[in-house]
């Protein structure tokens, strides 16, 4: 359960030292006065490579968000994951089973590290049951998957994959991008369970910062990858660190807000019956709905995607909107339609496309703080336009 007025207990907690202040100061040191050897450098505060004041307050109130007992944060989310994954497999960890349906830099970072040598990485899935027998039959060290997957919204069964992955030994790295901690917790399914984060997106929620977060449990994987992050120097910022716990303050609502207008606009699209196919976990349609009503509070997150047949038709509704802007990201306070053909999945072969849904005519729409029906007003008057009607 996100425990809220924990998490805002933790972001008023105030610097080290201090914790009077009732929002905390963006620290712009990058040295600090030596007081001598700290008994733990993972907790010690004299240079803006390995720890800033601001950063920590975040951290702390990131993993009472997450129900770890760590956090770090990084200076963008592929900068987590790509620290993640080789922190990982330079501790052995090199056989990766992932499902196919990743943000398409994901599975680019993984391709690339598999070239050089640095890791195995296989594919499986959707279908679930694919994923769940390669993890059985290969054996992997890590297995690699979303939360809610980009950009059709497949839910992978997470219980039951957590459940194999304990008995098989291997490490789930989960990317809760999509759902945040409000919606979903990874790292109450059991067995070694490490979560990433996208903090640009809703955490921090205002398109104005980049981030990323990887959270877990055990002291040796943290310290390895603290470590990793103080050599390479990607750290959060501290300015970043302060406008993502501006957002971490808020995101519970934003997170009821979006949800609720992203079920209103993926029923409207349906009811007006102007698209193809609607993808939105929380219709009883998706093929996952049963997956997310048992994982989900009942709220499914702000991001549902529809086809509109072909891909100068798409491109055509990206023109004739108005109100909602064109953009290849999400999680923001203003709704933002992607076409994910060309932006975050022009990477994958044809044959990889088509397996996943991911058609030229696909439109992912991220559902702001607008009024719903304005935003599903403007979305009709696109595609009626797009058609000539």
């Known amino acids: 359960m996100y425990r809220v007025t924990e998490v805002l207990r933790a972001l008023r907690g105030g610097l080290p030292g201090r914790g009077r202040d009732v929002v905390p100061p963006v620290s712009v040191s990058v040295i600090y006065r030596f007081t001598g050897a700290a008994e733990d450098p993972v907790k010690e505060v004299k240079y803006g490579r390995e720890n800033n004041p601001t950063t920590m307050v975040l951290e702390e109130a990131l993993r009472v968000a997450e129900e770890a ?34 943000y398409g830099t994901t599975r680019s970072l993984l391709d690339q590290m598999a070239s050089m040598g640095l890791l195995e990485a296989l594919y499986a899935g959707p279908p679930w049951d694919e994923l769940l027998r390669a993890v059985e039959d290969q054996g992997p060290d890590v297995v690699l998957v979303e939360t809610i997957g980009n950009p059709t919204l497949r839910v992978p069964p997470l219980r039951e994959l957590a459940a194999t992955c304990r008995e098989r030994g291997c490490v789930l790295v989960v990317d809760n991008t999509f759902a945040s901690p409000y919606l979903f917790q990874p790292l109450m399914l059991p067995g070694e369970v490490v979560v990433v984060e996208s903090l640009t997106k809703y955490i921090a929620g205002h398109n104005d910062v980049l981030g990323g977060v990887v959270c877990g449990r055990g002291e040796e994987l943290h310290r390895r990858l603290w470590d990793a992050r103080r050599m390479m120097g990607s750290i959060l910022q501290p300015l970043d660190a302060y406008l ?107 044959e990889e496309k088509r397996r996943l849904g991911i058609t030229p005519g696909l439109l992912r729409l991220s559902v702001g703080l607008e009024e719903p029906r304005d935003v599903l007003e403007d979305v009709a008057r696109a595609i009626r336009a797009a058609f000539g009607a």
């Open 244 to 350: 993502a716990a501006r957002g971490l303050r808020t995101l519970h609502l934003r997170m009821e807000a979006v949800s609720r207008g992203a079920s209103e606009v993926a029923r409207g699209l349906l009811e007006k019956g102007l698209v193809e196919r609607v993808y939105y976990p929380g219709l009883p349609s998706h093929p996952d709905h049963e997956t997310a009503r048992r994982l989900f509070p009942g709220l499914y997150g702000g991001v549902l995607s529809f086809d509109v047949g072909s891909g100068e038709a798409a491109k055509r509704v990206l023109r004739e909107l108005r109100l909602v802007v064109p953009s290849p990201s999400l999680g923001g306070v203003e709704s933002i339609m992607a076409y994910p053909y060309e932006s975050s999945h022009r990477g994958l072969g044809e």
């Open 69 to 102: 007992e760590w956090c770090l944060a990084f200076n963008t989310g592929m900068a987590a994951i790509t620290t993640l994954l080789g922190v990982l497999a330079a501790g052995g960890a090199r056989r990766v089973v992932a499902s196919r349906l990743l």
